[in-house]
């Protein structure tokens, strides 16, 4: 899509898609591409709100000359999130709308020298503040570390359009829908979801602040910087950030692990195995090995329950293992039922790292905890079933 689109009259989505990056921030995988959103908010005064990335610069700039009206320019650029995805083009559109005046706030501006060196033509703002531009209104509403620390959303009084930043965005490019109606949105939540707990989730307290904080304005529509644009139901998005961010589990378990010869996989099997028969019907099985760790974490901040097991590596966790606990650890994910299980040849080293996990992240653990000399027998296998039961046990509603 590169033409502009009117979301609302005298408002239009100037954003791109982005279907060239392999990994978000280099690290996070984009399977199915994502979006980034701008808006162009036509009154007497002209504004745009955010803007691109720097490899996207061209297809974006069309649309914006696309829905200026003729002879007219941009007033001012408000920048509700500074991270380059966004300000990519800010240089480009500095250049060619020399008059345009750079809104944001004290540390908007402070990152935004960081990153551009640029100090001039600046319109400050604070939380609370208003900008008229004739005919329309804009409100302006601090929301730190959503997901920045610098981070705001813009409100349209006019039209009832909260201008969210990252808050309610989503992975996945717009294929033709741009709109909630356009779409299916539980296509979507997935990948939203993966985009909430691997981006955001880490600063799930500072989410729930702003959602609080922007609930009593008359939301007609979502305009996030990633995603669809939500006017059919601009409660989808902000229901689920809700339930995120307070880390409220559905009722099912993740079972991750990590095995090189089958010893650890018998064991997982036997595990999955007890799940069921305690009366789990979502399973998540992952092979930490064949799975990205975002689609693993995406999970987890879905269900109740979490399974690691994990061969022994030179005398630790099994290197991806790692990677998986040591991203857990980071994203501060809380209110979790964790059960554990590994095997070792020589020496141990795999389970008392998860040991060390489940102190660190303080989820409640599921006994038993079984750690296994290289292959499990047929009663070590039935414990591994009792640990599966005694999970579902723990988090069936
Ligand atoms: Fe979409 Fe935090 O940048």
Known sequence: MHDPIEISPGVSWVGVNDRETGLFESMWPL?????????????????????VKKLQIDGFIAAVRKALPPGRSIDYLIINHIEPDHSGAIEVLSSLYPGMKIAGNKRTFDLMEGFYGMTENLHAVQDGDELDLGGRKLSFHITPMVHWPETMMTYDKTAGILFSGDAFGSFGTLDGGLFDDEIDPDVYEG???RYYSNIIGRFSAMVHKAI????????RMVASTHGPVWRKDPGYPISRYDRWSRFEPEPGAVLAYASMYGSTLRMAEAVARGL??????????????????????????????????????ELGLFPLMR?????????ALKNRRLGLFGTYGWS?????????FAGTVSWDLVDPVLEVKCSARDAQLD???????????????
């Open 212 to 219: 609080r904080k922007v609930e009593p304005l008359d939301i």
């Open 276 to 313: 069921a028969l305690g009366g789990l019907k979502d399973i998540m099985m992952h092979d930490v090995s064949k799975v990205h760790a975002s689609f693993i974490i995406r999970d987890i901040w879905r269900y109740g329950g979490v399974v690691l097991g994990s061969c022994t590596y």
């Open 383 to 397: 414990e591994c079933m009792q640990l599966g039961r005694n999970m579902a046990a723990a988090v069936k509603p």
């Open 191 to 193: 990948e939203m979801l």
């Open 31 to 51: 399977p199915r591409g994502i979006s980034y959103n701008a808006y162009l908010i036509v009154g007497e005064k002209i504004a745009l709100v955010d803007a």
């Open 348 to 356: 141990g080293g795999a389970v008392k790292r998860l040991k060390e």
């Open 323 to 331: 990677n998986l606990v040591e991203l857990l650890e980071e994203k």
